[in-house]
């Protein structure tokens, strides 16, 4: 776009809004971790806009289930940025109904704009006397909106502002998840696993630290559980059916593996039929039980064409200061031993340990060997 072609009111807008603009653009697609995306985005509107309260809304909710609002970042003036931890219970949300301005504002890819409404909710609900929702112009993830809060109407000039960031953001965000994405599932990459994976392995101090930018919500210790999938006899489902059929199972098993784990559980498609699984929080016991539930879905569910596939999963849990190599390497010795005992099997590292059957790693720290 020529200089002759921008908006009158942008020819005469003050160089330092200009300047600020500029600046939060940059500190946007300088920002690689997706959870803080929209924290970024909430905080750098309300900077340049000086409303009293920005927020950024996303629907939340397994495939055919009620979807609910997920606080991805409330900012507000004076205050520190919030945002809904990512492993809340779903029930303590708000109903996808219970807020129709912001599913106007989806439906129909425009602003919408109300008088006296409540931003966020529980502890950090503010009442705003005007506040207009605009959609995220995202073709990738999940839906959401914008909302912001001010004593006085948003001006033309502010709202046009405000569609231009909103325009780079959701190009940034479409470049962020295409990057971060497996092509065929459209389940998170190798890639991306190691920066998720850092976070989970870290000691909970340091993990608060590097949450000081949006501050999360009813923070918990719980730590986290790897998985590892492998569809069994996949190469026979190649040979036997051709790679189109091999593929449509590869993205069935992605859906039920969405269907079966929880919103805020990490999932990847690791390369052909393994996948990885990064369960947050519960007790051994309360990861076999949710590894066990995919399995069963996986041999139960009727394959075209195929009919039945299995998987045999190993798990381990993530200890701090694991490297991702070494805890996928306990993970996987799970898998090859669920191989060996028949297939269509859940195996717990640790408890293999335990049996007896396996050696515990640290018996073989000392014993690596360089070159």
């Given at each position: ?56 809304y ?19 003036k004076?205050?520190?940025?919030v945002?809904?931890p ?14 129709p ?15 006296e ?8 609900a ?23 809060g ?8 502010a ?12 190009n ?15 389940l ?7 920066a ?11 993990r ?23 569809i ?11 790679h ?10 992605a ?37 066990e ?5 996986v041999a ?38 669920a ?17 007896g ?15």
């Amino acid at each position: 776009m020529s200089v002759q072609d921008l908006p009158a009111d942008v020819h005469h807008a003050p160089a330092a809004v200009v300047d600020d603009a500029i600046s939060h653009l940059a500190a946007l697609t300088a920002q690689r971790d997706r959870e803080l995306l929209d924290v970024t985005l909430a905080q750098g509107v309300l900077d340049l806009l000086g409303a009293a309260s920005v927020a950024v809304y996303r629907l939340i909710g397994r495939d055919g289930d009620v979807r609910r609002w997920l606080c991805c970042g409330l900012a507000r003036k004076s205050r520190m940025t919030v945002s809904d931890p990512m492993w809340v219970d779903l029930h303590e949300l708000p109903l996808e109904d219970e807020h129709p301005t912001r599913l106007r504002a989806l439906a129909s890819r425009v602003p919408e704009r109300a008088e006296e409404q409540i931003m966020g909710h529980g502890e950090h609900a503010v009442l705003a006397p005007h506040v207009i929702t605009l959609p995220l112009p995202v073709e990738v993830g999940l839906p959401g909106v914008l909302e912001v809060g001010s004593a006085e109407p948003m001006s033309v000039q502010a709202l046009r502002t405000v569609q231009t960031l909103l325009k780079v953001f959701g190009n940034f965000q479409n470049l962020l998840e295409s990057s971060q994405r497996d092509a065929l599932t459209g389940l998170l990459n190798r890639q991306t696993f190691d920066a998720t994976f850092l976070k989970a392995s870290m000691p909970l101090a340091e993990r608060k630290c590097d949450h000081a930018q949006g501050e999360r919500r009813h923070s918990s210790a719980a730590g986290y559980w790897l998985g590892v999938v492998d569809i069994d006899h996949f190469k026979r489902v190649n040979d036997s059916f051709g790679h189109l059929i091999g593929d449509e199972v590869l993205v069935l098993v992605a859906r039920i593996m969405r269907q079966t784990f929880r919103h805020y559980d990490r999932l990847y498609r690791f390369g052909g039929e393994e996948f990885v699984v990064l369960l947050r929080g519960g007790t051994e016991a309360d990861a076999m039980g949710a590894f066990e539930r995919f399995r069963r879905n996986v041999a139960s569910y009727p394959f075209p064409q195929v009919d039945r596939v299995t998987v045999s999963v190993g798990f381990t849990e993530v200890m701090h200061n694991d490297t991702p190599n070494v805890t996928f390497a306990r993970a996987d010795q799970g898998v090859y031993r669920a191989k060996h005992q028949g297939r269509n099997l859940v195996l717990c590292h640790e408890e293999l340990v335990r049996n007896g059957v396996l050696q515990s790693s640290d018996q073989h720290i000392g014993d690596v060997e360089l070159f």
